[in-house]
């Protein structure tokens, strides 16, 4: 990822709002980056951005080698399918579908076969040591179960790249580990992350935080080198 001078601009009948002012970041495949600030100051703009969820105002924004930012919704939609992997703080499962349906679904929208998916679905769930509750729906799991099946379905079509909006951010601390540990995993088997999070404790998990205030970045910390244990 390389985001150069990247601006956003929300603009109202009135108000024109600046939520991110000359962003510039480069973020290299395989490395795990923690994004923090305060309320309000542009992180989940930036991971809309990152995500191909909306268009940057103005500036460049390079993924995997193409130029990005100025792509028509169609083309974003097709480039986030396969290649970007979502998990949010409110799980944001579907609740009229069991938990093998729900992690069945980017499978359905990529066209796999049935027999297919039965398979890499019953893998990652069990991967997720969720598989025995694969008949449930979501309102019958715990947070820490269903953000397991969030991230089962966020990585089921292997995704380059995850972006994790406060993944722990309703859950204890004992499921707020696992999650990390999760994710740290699917991260040292290459998978690039990126993560917005309040939790010092999360972002210790991170390669290098990145710190935003007032929609620029003020400053970036390495934690560790990619490959490094934790
Ligand atoms: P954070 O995730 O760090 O809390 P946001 O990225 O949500 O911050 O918001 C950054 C700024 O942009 C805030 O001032 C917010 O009010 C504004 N903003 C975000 N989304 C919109 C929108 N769709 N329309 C207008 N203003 C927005
Ligand atoms: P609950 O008690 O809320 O129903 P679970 O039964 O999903 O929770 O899991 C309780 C704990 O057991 C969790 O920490 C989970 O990681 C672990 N666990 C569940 N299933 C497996 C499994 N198949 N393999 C390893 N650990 C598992």
């Not at 796999?112 to 019953?122: N, P, S, T």
Request: hydrophobic letters at 35%; aromatic letters at 6%.
């Amino acid at each position: 990822i390389k985001i150069e001078k990247l601006k956003k601009i929300f603009r109202t009948e009135e108000i024109e709002t600046s939520a991110l002012n000359n962003v510039n970041i480069h973020i290299n495949k395989g490395e795990f980056v923690a994004i923090m600030g305060p309320s309000g100051c542009g992180k989940s703009t930036l991971l809309n951005v990152i995500g191909l969820l909306d268009n940057p105002t103005e500036g460049k924004y390079l993924f995997d080698g193409e130029e990005v930012g100025q792509l028509k919704e169609r083309n974003r939609t097709k480039l986030r399918k396969g290649n970007i992997g979502f998990v949010f703080q409110s799980f944001n499962l579907i609740d009229e579908l069991n938990v093998f349906e729900n992690v069945e679904l980017p499978l359905i929208y990529l066209k796999y076969k049935a027999k297919e998916r039965k398979e890499m679905v019953e893998e990652v769930l069990h991967r997720m040591k969720i598989g025995h509750r694969r008949k449930h729906f979501p309102q019958q799991l715990s947070g820490g179960q269903q953000q397991r099946v969030a991230i089962a379905r966020a990585v089921i079509a292997n995704p380059k790249l995850i972006l994790a909006d406060e993944p722990t951010g309703n859950l204890d601390s004992k499921n707020g580990q696992e999650v990390m540990k999760l994710l740290t995993e699917l991260n040292r088997e290459g998978t690039t992350i990126v993560m917005v999070t309040h939790s010092m404790r999360d972002a210790d998990y991170a390669h290098r935080v990145v710190n935003l205030f007032d929609g620029q970045v003020i400053t970036e910390e390495m934690k560790k080198e990619i490959g490094d244990i934790a």
